[in-house]
């Protein structure tokens, strides 16, 4: 079993920054693939950006990159996403979400692949 808590949500301008954090617990963090995913109201739920288990390969969703940067500090068993350049259409609850993984297996993308998830961190950008 993972545990997983997010923080760092908050209420920002359109163009400002924020950074999140998901504290894991439970299990040997290096041996899980990390992701963050998203959920406005209404619609279903995204990835944003995962990370694989080695943390030397990245991958993210097509309406974030370039903004938003997804790393891992093992040290700490915690997963960020830096966000900058915020949007309105990026507000959602964010959540973090982990799955056991090989050292070569490719970034997990999708909600199946993903078998823990956290409760999730409220963003709000204001236009």
């Known amino acids: 079993q993972v545990q997983l808590v997010e923080s760092g949500g908050g209420l920002v301008q359109a163009g400002g920054s924020l950074r999140l954090s998901c504290a894991a617990s439970?299990?040997?963090?290096?041996?899980?693939?990390m992701g963050w995913f998203r959920q406005a109201p209404g619609k279903e739920r995204e990835f944003v950006a995962g990370?694989?288990?080695?943390?030397?390969?990245?991958n993210y969703a097509d309406s974030v990159k370039g903004r938003f940067t997804i790393s891992r500090d093992g040290a700490k068993n915690t997963v960020y996403l830096q966000m900058n350049s915020l949007k309105p259409e990026d507000t959602a609850v964010y959540h973090c979400?982990?799955?056991?993984?090989?050292?070569?297996?490719?970034?997990?993308?999708?909600?199946?692949?993903?078998?823990?998830w956290g409760q999730g961190t409220q963003v709000t950008v204001s236009s």
């Open positions: 979400a982990a799955d056991r993984a090989m050292y070569y297996t490719p970034v997990h993308t999708t909600v199946n692949e993903y078998e823990y």
């Open positions: 439970g299990r040997t963090f290096s041996n899980y693939a």
């Open positions: 990370i694989s288990v080695s943390g030397g390969r990245t």
